[in-house]
């Protein structure tokens, strides 16, 4: 489903304000959700989270983290709900076995780079991934989830839309208010510009850590040369951008709602209309296994990687977990 318009900004017209009992009803069952315990893992759980529905860029960081964790020596393992999959779990991606209507896009994103669990019940998961080894947990999402507790929780912001309407779902993008979610924070993660104000929102004492996505070294191949970009990301003009910014030059563009599940007849018009326009069509790696096997050996992907402002600031705050992993007997 692609969020109302009425969510990214501005007054919205009449809807925000009649849906807004709704979205009081909402608050309160979130707040006395978050009120209950959640299970104290043995191990350094981290959480990138957010306040708002949709993609922040919470994937990308979770990826980052991992990374940074396995250079360290630390086998951490990825955690996640599964969006878009009909797996409840517990149960550890295959990327053989697996696809994206049964774990998720982002869990597949995950599984390629080290083990990841899909669970509803993030504590069962957490107890599934360190019985299999796991010496840290990277949840992908989760912030308002309290079943697991957190030890070290990003809040993830997109800089391009920040908050939306500032309002709670359904009248707003919002899980929940703004102060409620950075109180469980220990820092912000801010993917690109503040274009809309959200800092101002944060509490004066919260840190903010500074990123931008940068793509993957594919893109300098389309420098120059004309491409047909589609997507199914939660905001599709983050990944146009960065092709124009790669220096491609867009000669089309197509955007899904987030999660969008592509069949053959989608893929065959896409790919028409890029001969057409004799270009290049080009996705993103979390579409990328959303589309057809019979089709993906003619559709160029361009990966994202996270570029941090001061790397020793993400670093820091990791530093002090990495000293907790359990040493093997």
């Known amino acids: 489903m692609r969020a109302p318009e009425f969510w990214s900004g ?73 969006y878009g999959g009909k797996l409840k779990g517990p149960v550890r991606v295959d990327t053989a ?5 049964a774990v998720g896009d982002e869990a597949l994103l995950l599984a390629a780079e080290r083990p990841t669990w899909v669970a509803a019940d993030r504590a069962a998961g957490a107890r599934e991934a360190i019985a ?13 989830n309290p079943t697991l507790a957190k030890d070290l929780s ?12 500032g309002r709670i779902i359904p009248a707003g993008p919002l899980r929940e208010p703004v102060a409620n979610a950075a109180a469980r924070c220990r820092a912000a993660v801010l993917i690109g510009e503040d274009e809309t104000g959200a800092l101002a929102q944060l509490p004066p004492e919260l840190p903010v850590l500074r990123a931008s996505l940068k793509p993957g070294p594919e893109a300098e191949l389309l420098a120059g040369q004309p491409v047909f970009a589609f997507c199914g990301i939660a905001n599709p003009r983050k990944f146009f951008t960065t092709l124009q910014e790669a220096g491609a030059f867009l000669a089309g563009r197509q955007a899904y709602a987030d999660h969008y599940p592509y069949d053959e007849g ?11 326009l004799r270009a290049t069509p080009v996705t993103t790696r979390k579409d990328f296994v959303r589309i057809p096997p019979a089709f993906r050996n003619r559709v160029t992907v361009v990966t994202i990687r996270l570029e941090w402002e001061e790397p020793v600031a993400i670093e820091t705050l990791l530093e002090p977990l990495a000293l907790r992993v359990p040493v093997p007997a």
Not at 154 to 165: A, T
Request: overall charge neutral.
């Open 266 to 276: 989608d893929l065959r018009d896409l790919l028409a209309e890029a001969e057409s």
């Open 132 to 144: 299999a080894g796991a010496q840290a947990i990277v949840m992908d999402d989760g912030l308002q």
């Open 154 to 165: 990003l809040l993830v912001i997109d800089g391009s839309y920040g908050f939306g309407n």
């Open 10 to 82: 501005g007054s919205g017209g009449i809807a925000p304000i009649l849906l807004s009992p709704v979205s009081a009803i909402y608050a309160a069952a979130t707040a006395r959700r978050m009120a209950r315990p959640g299970w104290q893992a043995p191990v350094p759980v981290i959480c990138c989270g957010n306040a708002t529905a949709g993609g922040a860029g919470k994937t990308t960081v979770a990826l980052d983290i991992g990374r940074r964790l396995g250079n360290r020596g630390i086998g951490a393992h990825f955690l996640l709900r599964g």
């Open 97 to 101: 076995r697996h696809d994206s209507t």
